[in-house]
């Protein structure tokens, strides 16, 4: 966890970062991020992201060059909730590059907001590892 200072148009303000390795759960290429409005604009006009087949994920992601063992490893049901879980947490997060970033604008200032930030991160990253596993199991037998 650190904290980084980022300008925005003309201020900028602090933000606590957590970055958590993911150890080739997910292939390096595959990008997740929380779907935004613009993104459903582009759904309509056919220019969408990569699909899970998942209604609640597919509605609360931007997922891009996703594989099959990628999907189902995300429609693991911990991965998939712990996904949904961090996507109604924190606006902020992506999943890229073999890892987990959740941004929050500020610092904590007390252990409960702390906690509330970093948890649903260690969650998401232990699920991600885990579904991995049994998926690399699953292929190999």
Do not use: C, W, Y
Request: glycine residues 4%.
């Amino acid at each position: 966890m650190q904290t980084e200072h980022r300008r925005i148009g003309n201020s900028s303000q602090f933000f606590t970062v957590v970055r958590l390795p993911l150890n080739d759960s997910l292939p390096a290429e595959l990008r997740i991020v929380p779907e935004r409005f613009g993104d459903k604009l582009l759904k309509v006009f056919g220019k969408g992201d990569d699909e899970v087949g998942d209604a609640a994920l597919d509605e609360a992601l931007e997922i891009r060059n996703l594989s099959d063992a990628a999907r189902r490893v995300l429609r693991a049901p911990r991965v998939r909730e712990q996904l949904l879980l961090l996507q109604q947490h924190s606006s902020h997060f992506s999943i890229h590059n073999e890892a987990l970033q959740v941004d929050k604008r500020g610092m904590p200032d007390n252990v409960d907001t702390l906690e509330s930030f970093v948890v649903p991160a260690l969650e998401l990253a232990d699920a991600l590892l885990d579904a991995a596993t049994k998926e690399r199991e699953r292929r190999s037998h």
